[in-house]
Each structure stands twice: as C-alpha cells, then as structure tokens.
C-alpha cells in the first residue's frame, strides 16, 4: 500500500521522469525530510532508483544578510542622508539610532566621510555599497564568486551551509507496470472502476494479532473452585495473611512446642497481635495445659507468622462461637521450602468447615465427595491419617489419568479440644485442600512455578478454559 505522500511523489515523477529532492519539495509541497524518507521507501519497494545522494554546499543570509538586503547597508543610508552635503554627528545620531555607529565606522574605513570635530563631510554625493549589490545577486539566485562571497561573509551577512540533494528516477518497471489500485467506495459509487486492474486479495494473509485482556488462568481456576463452594451451599470468609500463633496454631490445639512452630517450618513476623477474648484464651490455655501438660504461654500466642494454613481462618470463625456453619475460605498460605518444579514458599489452600447437629464422619465423607466430584475428580479414597486438631483424620486420594492415585486433601471431625473451648459443642467437620496441585493435574501444568507466572508471552498462550 502507497501513502498519499508516495502516490505525491510517483506521480510528479511520472511526468518528469528524473528529478531532485529540491525540485520534488517544490512541485509537491512537501518538506524535504519527507521528501527523503519517502523516496527511501520507494526506493525499497523498487519503485524509484536513486542516481545521486550528495552533501551540496550552498550560501545563506543570516538573519542581519536578511534584514540589509530589506533595508539597505547602513553606509549607504549615511550617505543618502547627507546628500552631498556636511552633517552634524548628533544629529544623524539621533535619525539613525544603533545603526549610527556601524554605518560611520564603515563609511570611515571605505573613506567615504572625514569627521571633523562634531561635523562629517562626505567624499562622494552617491553611493551604492559593493555589498548591497551582492545581496541582491545572492537574491536573484545568481551565483557568487568566491570573493564575493568573502566580502559578504566578512561582514556576517552570510554562511556556508550544507545540504543533501537526491537525485531519482522511476524504475522500468514503476513505469511499465499498471498502478496498482484499491477499490474505494467513491470507485463504486462513480462506476470509475469498470476497466481498472485491481491488486489481488490474499485471501490467506494472517489478521493482525491484537491479544485481549485476560485473567491469569490460575486466578480462573481459584474462581470455578470458589463457584462450585458456593453451588454447594457454602458461604466465603477471608482473613489476613498475617496471622497470630493463637489461630494458626493454638486454636487448633497445635502445641506451642510443635514442630511445625518451628522458625524454619513457619515465616515469622515481626512483632505481635491482641488475644481475643479472655474467657476463650483461658479456655484454650486449660485444654493445652491439661492434656499436652505443658505451661502454656500468652506471649507464644501473640506472635505474628504468615499463616502456614487456612485452617487458621477456620479457627476464626470458630472464634465466634457459632450455633451452626457452612463455610469455606481459599487463598494463599506460606512455608519455608526450597523451591523446585512441585514446591513453592507459597501455594493456595481451600479449607472448609461444616458445624451441625447430627454431622456424621460419613457426612464429612460424602460432603468431600461432593466437592471433588464438582472439581472432576469422579474417584476418591480415604486413607487414615493424623493431624492435630481433627479426630478420626482423613487423607483423601483422588484418581487422575494417567498418575494414579493422588493425595489432594486432608480431612476430619474436629477434636472436642478444638470446639469446646470456644462454646462450640455441636458435631464439626473439616478439611484443608491443596489448590495448586489440583490445578496443576487439571491445566496440564508441569511446574508449580508457571502458576504464578507474569511471562506475558506464556500467559497469553494459555487457552481461556
Ligand atoms: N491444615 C491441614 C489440612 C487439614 C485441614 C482441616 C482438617 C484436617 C486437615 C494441612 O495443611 O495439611
């Protein structure tokens, strides 16, 4: 496709077959550096062939070359203002203001005046300065010799400047060949098309790539789970990231002394949080030290950690003593690990809590087989297991194509420990769920790090599912 400058350009060419950059300014209107970039374009597309590229020297007025060719030199003013006849210095002073000086320094040095005390007598009656002359050569684009332009420059009224100058031509085949056209609506509307040759469509040329936005697909993930909780009849809670000791781990009667406290196995952070009320932190303190027999410690419990589970959001909400409950939470949790294709400090966990009178182990079963049959995962297995604040425990194995059996969830009825202390006495089912490797089976993620990747490019190339 040609610009409207190129199409300019061709055609003035057409006509004169070659031409110069000046004269290709001057018949076309356009500046000269477009001028230029253009006939490089067409010079790559074969339509022009440059015959000369040179660097030509030329002269120019300066701004005071300009200002003496429109008002005249100032020595000839002088003397036209003396017309042959003696003046006073003051006098002229004042009628020519700053030119004053220079014209009667010139006029001096040409020995054009003698200055006499306050008075000056001209030499000559009439004067036309050499230079005035010139400047109306140099204006009617007749050449200047190179004296001439030395007098010219001595005085500042020109310079050397620089230019480039192209010289072109259309090609054989620019000349030869049809122009190529486009149809345009007023082509239709005029009927001007009939008997034009048109340039072919390719019908096989790629569109353009112009990306949508879209969200992380990960991020898409965490949305369906969160969908599919709600389809269930869950209600969301959230909490912070930060989190004190007394619900990530006291709460769920984790001893103070647990590995998992350790400073290697939890982020510590600076500084500590408010207990809440006193009645359940006794009530926490007396179950630990009755049955881990231990002194437990308040300043243990303030301390600050990013949260190594969302169970501690479940502790929350078992804070608040409720009757009854149907809750999840999902969102990130932190350990220290060291990091490889299946391990991250941080991942996505999706916790659950169910308070109800009557709530069965056989209903926590089926309440996780509900969940998983949402997410896909047709077959489940239980398999015994230990954690610290659930009594029985469960570890939930799902079957994915073609690994087999994998651990996905970790599940049970939470201990009397747990509940009692904060007036919960009502049957409570719970479980904790691992969110980025479910992700992984099911988006074909080969490794964890790509689930928080910010490539651009690989975003991109992940299919909206
Ligand atoms: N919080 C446990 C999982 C769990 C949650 C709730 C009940 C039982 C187990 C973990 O991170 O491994």
Same mark, same amino acid.
């Given at each position: 496709?040609?610009?409207?400058?190129e199409?300019?350009?061709?055609s003035?060419?057409?006509?004169?077959?070659?031409?110069?950059?000046?004269?290709?300014?001057?018949?076309?209107?356009?500046?000269?550096?477009?001028?230029?970039?253009?006939?490089?374009?067409?010079?790559?597309?074969?339509?022009?062939?440059?015959?000369?590229?040179?660097?030509?020297?030329?002269?120019?007025?300066?701004?005071?070359?300009?200002?003496?060719?429109?008002?005249?030199?100032?020595?000839?003013? /002088? =003397?036209? #203002?003396? +017309? @042959?006849?003696?003046? &006073?210095?003051? *006098?002229?002073?004042?009628? $020519?203001?700053?030119?004053?000086?220079?014209?009667?320094?010139?006029?001096k040095?040409?020995?054009?005046?003698e200055?006499?005390?306050?008075?000056?007598?001209?030499?000559?009656?009439?004067?036309?300065?050499?230079?005035?002359?010139? /400047? =109306?050569? #140099?204006? +009617? @684009?007749?050449?200047? &010799?190179?004296? *001439?332009?030395?007098?010219? $420059?001595?005085?500042?009224?020109?310079?050397?400047?620089?230019?480039?100058?192209?010289?072109?031509?259309?090609t054989?085949?620019?000349?030869?060949?049809?122009?190529?056209?486009?149809?345009?609506?007023?082509?239709?509307?005029?009927?001007?098309?009939?008997?034009?040759?048109?340039?072919?469509? &390719?019908?096989?040329?790629?569109?353009?790539?112009?990306?949508?936005?879209?969200?992380?697909?990960?991020?898409?993930?965490?949305e369906?789970?969160?969908?599919?909780?709600?389809?269930?009849?869950?209600?969301?809670?959230?909490?912070?990231?930060?989190?004190?000791?007394?619900?990530n781990?006291?709460?769920?009667?984790?001893?103070?002394?647990?590995?998992?406290?350790?400073?290697?196995?939890?982020?510590?952070?600076?500084?500590?949080?408010?207990?809440?009320?006193?009645?359940?932190?006794?009530?926490v303190?007396?179950?630990?030290?009755?049955?881990?027999?231990?002194?437990?410690?308040?300043?243990?419990?303030?301390?600050?950690?990013?949260?190594?589970?969302?169970?501690?959001?479940?502790?929350r909400?078992?804070?608040?003593?409720?009757?009854?409950?149907?809750?999840?939470?999902?969102?990130?949790?932190?350990?220290?690990?060291?990091?490889?294709?299946?391990?991250?400090?941080?991942?996505?966990?999706?916790?659950?809590?169910?308070?109800?009178?009557?709530?069965?182990?056989?209903?926590?079963?089926?309440?996780?087989?509900?969940?998983?049959?949402?997410?896909?995962?047709?077959?489940?297995?239980?398999?015994?297991?230990?954690?610290?604040?659930?009594?029985?425990?469960?570890?939930?194995?799902?079957?994915?194509?073609?690994?087999?059996?994998?651990?996905?969830?970790?599940?049970?009825?939470?201990?009397?420990?747990?509940?009692?202390?904060?007036?919960?006495?009502?049957?409570?089912?719970?479980?904790?769920?691992?969110?980025?490797?479910?992700?992984?089976?099911?988006?074909?993620?080969?490794?964890?790090?790509?689930?928080?990747?910010?490539?651009?490019?690989?975003?991109?190339?992940?299919?909206?599912?």
């Open positions: 496709m040609l610009s409207d400058s199409l300019k350009i061709i003035f060419l057409k006509s004169k077959k070659v031409a110069t950059s000046d004269e290709i300014s001057k018949e076309t209107g356009l500046p000269l550096s477009t001028v230029f970039s253009n006939l490089a374009l067409l010079e790559s597309k074969g339509i022009v062939k440059v015959i000369s590229d040179k660097k030509i020297q030329y002269i120019s007025l300066t701004s005071e070359g300009e200002s003496r060719l429109r008002d005249g030199m100032p020595e000839d003013k /002088l =003397l036209r #203002l003396l +017309n @042959g006849n003696v003046g &006073n210095l003051q *006098e002229l002073r004042s009628k $020519m203001g700053s030119d004053f000086e220079i014209a009667l320094g010139w006029a040095r040409k020995g054009l005046v200055l006499n005390g306050e008075e000056i007598k001209p030499l000559v009656k009439d004067y036309s300065s050499p230079e005035n002359t010139l /400047l =109306l050569k #140099l204006r +009617n @684009g007749d050449s200047l &010799n190179e004296n *001439e332009i030395q007098t010219l $420059m001595k005085r500042k009224l020109v310079e050397r400047k620089e230019r480039r100058l192209v010289e072109v031509e259309l054989q085949d620019a000349v030869s060949k049809p122009q190529e056209l486009y149809l345009t609506h007023e082509m239709l509307v005029s009927g001007s098309w009939r008997g034009k040759e048109f340039k072919p469509y &390719n019908v096989e040329a790629l569109p353009p790539f112009y990306p949508i936005g879209k969200s992380h697909y990960f991020r898409d993930f965490i369906k789970v969160k969908d599919l909780m709600i389809s269930l009849g869950f209600k969301e809670v959230v909490s912070d990231y930060v989190e004190m000791e007394f619900y781990f006291d709460m769920l009667f984790q001893p103070q002394d647990h590995p998992a406290r350790e400073i290697h196995d939890s982020f510590i952070v600076n500084g500590h949080g408010s207990l809440p009320n006193e009645e359940l932190v006794r009530r303190k007396d179950t630990h030290e009755k049955w881990w027999k231990y002194s437990w410690s308040e300043e243990n419990a303030k301390r600050l950690v990013l949260r190594s589970q969302t169970t501690a959001v479940t502790a909400v078992l804070s608040k003593s409720p009757k009854n409950a149907r809750v999840f939470t999902i969102g990130k949790v932190f350990r220290p690990d060291s990091i490889d294709a299946t391990h991250l400090v941080e991942f996505h966990q999706m916790d659950g809590l169910v308070i109800e009178d009557e709530f069965t182990f056989r209903d926590l079963l089926s309440t996780l087989r509900d969940i998983f049959s949402g997410l896909g995962v047709k077959q489940i297995k239980f398999k015994p297991a230990y954690f610290p604040f659930t009594e029985p425990s469960v570890e939930v194995y799902g079957f994915v194509d073609p690994l087999g059996w994998v651990e996905m969830a970790g599940a049970g009825l939470l201990r009397e420990e747990v509940t009692n202390p904060s007036g919960v006495y009502a049957p409570a089912g719970a479980w904790g769920i691992g969110i980025d490797r479910l992700a992984m089976l099911f988006l074909g993620v080969k490794d964890i790090r790509d689930l928080y990747s910010t490539n651009i490019e690989y975003l991109r190339s992940r299919r909206v599912v």
